[in-house]
């Protein structure tokens, strides 16, 4: 059978795409793959935002998986839904209403039916359509394939770390799936300054009062969004597409996003935990690391040292390319046209060579710096649904 579209990555960008082509009739659920490692959608959406004890997203209310931009609201009211779930004067949904309403909206599109559970490790043309193949040798044929890949499984580790990583189990990355956070041992130190490190070091303090240390290289950077809300519109768009550079692009996406950066209300809530002693905030570059006694380690840093039994890293993902090897051997073999950073070159409607389209990270040349969020997987799905 040849589908009339592949979707490859069942993450918050491929429900969105997958959502955005059922709901405006561009293909029926028979003829849609969604093709993830994972067996239900947004399985590591779900397993992140519950592993790090998020309470509210980021974004506003109107960012979400329908097409419909009140959607979600409209979905809180006719299920009565308490005012509560909404958070601040940008309305922030719950992570509960949040991921009731996403589920609910692809139950209700049969989207279960398009789901392909596998990895996929190839993408191939063979006369008029793409054939995806998986590692246990399927292949799925498709006229119109769109790429959703992330990098949330490319974890980020400071250099200092890697040379104690051999041989010990005090070590966890938060994003890690095999990590087992019941064989924490206190005190411990959370790596990182960000909204994630915030939402961790909330979740542990409560588990190990007065035993946690966050341990960040600069100070706060309290910011409501990631990036400037300008960013959703023409005021910063326009700008940026007008840029003919791409190095200059990748430059402007750099400074346009608030890395390291938390809400006020997790500021607050971090410096209220400081102030009761339940948490220590130390400052400064870690320098190096020793073992000390009792299978301690001594974090060094430029003014101080940290003495602990476990170290969590809340330090992201690096930030190459998603898809590895099987798609360096695609743009090889099609041609397919990246910038220095390696990051592909697409047209206004997403499209990297005929018929093969891209969302989330790929896409953040074209998208800009929101390219990774929920707003960037609605903008770039309304590009695609536009041009087609």
């Known amino acids: 059978m040849v589908y009339d579209w592949i979707v490859v990555g069942g993450g918050i960008q491929g429900s969105t795409i997958a959502a955005f082509l059922v709901k405006n009739n561009k293909v029926s659920t028979d003829k849609l793959r969604i093709i993830d490692p994972h067996d239900m959608p947004l399985f590591k959406w779900t397993k992140s935002t519950e592993r790090i004890g998020m309470k509210f997203l980021r974004s506003p ?5 329908d097409v419909d931009p009140f959607s979600l609201r409209s979905y809180a009211v ?3 839904w308490k005012k509560s779930e909404f958070y601040g004067v940008y309305k922030r949904p719950s992570l509960e209403i949040f991921n009731v309403h996403s589920q609910s909206l692809l139950q209700d599109l049969g989207l279960g039916a398009s789901w392909h559970q596998g990895y996929v490790n190839g993408i191939d043309r063979e006369a008029n359509y793409w054939s995806i193949s998986t590692v246990v040798g399927e292949r799925l044929k498709s006229k119109k394939v ?3 890949l992330s990098i949330n499984d490319q974890l980020h580790v400071p250099e200092w770390a890697e040379s104690i990583k051999q041989g010990r189990n ?5 994003f890690d799936e095999a990590a087992d956070f019941s064989k924490l041992r206190p005190p411990v130190a959370v790596i990182g300054g960000g909204i994630t490190a915030a939402h961790t070091v909330i979740k542990l303090s409560a588990l190990y009062p ?3 240390t966050l341990i ?9 969004f990631d990036s400037d809300p300008g960013w959703l519109g023409p ?7 007008r840029i003919k550079d791409y190095s200059e692009r990748r430059e402007v996406i750099k400074k346009a996003r608030n890395r390291g950066s938390l809400p006020s209300e997790l500021f607050h809530k971090l410096r209220k935990l400081e102030n009761d002693q339940t948490i220590k905030l130390a400052d400064g570059e870690i320098t190096s690391v020793q073992g000390g006694e009792n299978k301690e380690l001594i974090l060094l840093m430029d003014t101080q040292e940290v003495k602990v039994q476990s170290i969590v890293f809340a330090t992201g993902f690096r930030p190459s390319r998603p898809g590895g090897n099987w798609l360096e051997k695609a743009i090889e073999k099609f041609g397919l046209p990246c910038a220095k950073c390696g990051y592909p070159i697409v047209s206004h409607s997403l499209e990297w060579c005929p018929h093969l389209y891209v969302t989330g990270p790929l896409a953040e040349l074209e998208i800009g710096p929101i390219a990774r969020n929920i707003s960037g997987a609605r903008q770039a799905a309304e590009r695609i649904i536009q041009s087609i």
Do not use: S, T
């Open 235 to 241: 005021k910063y768009q326009k700008n940026y597409q």
């Open 146 to 148: 769109v790429l959703a």
């Open 61 to 65: 209310f109107v960012h979400h998986l």
């Open 216 to 224: 960040k290289r600069h100070p706060f950077r309290v910011c409501d």
């Open 78 to 80: 006719n299920h009565q």
């Open 170 to 174: 005090q070590l966890f990355h938060i």
């Open 210 to 212: 007065g035993q946690v």
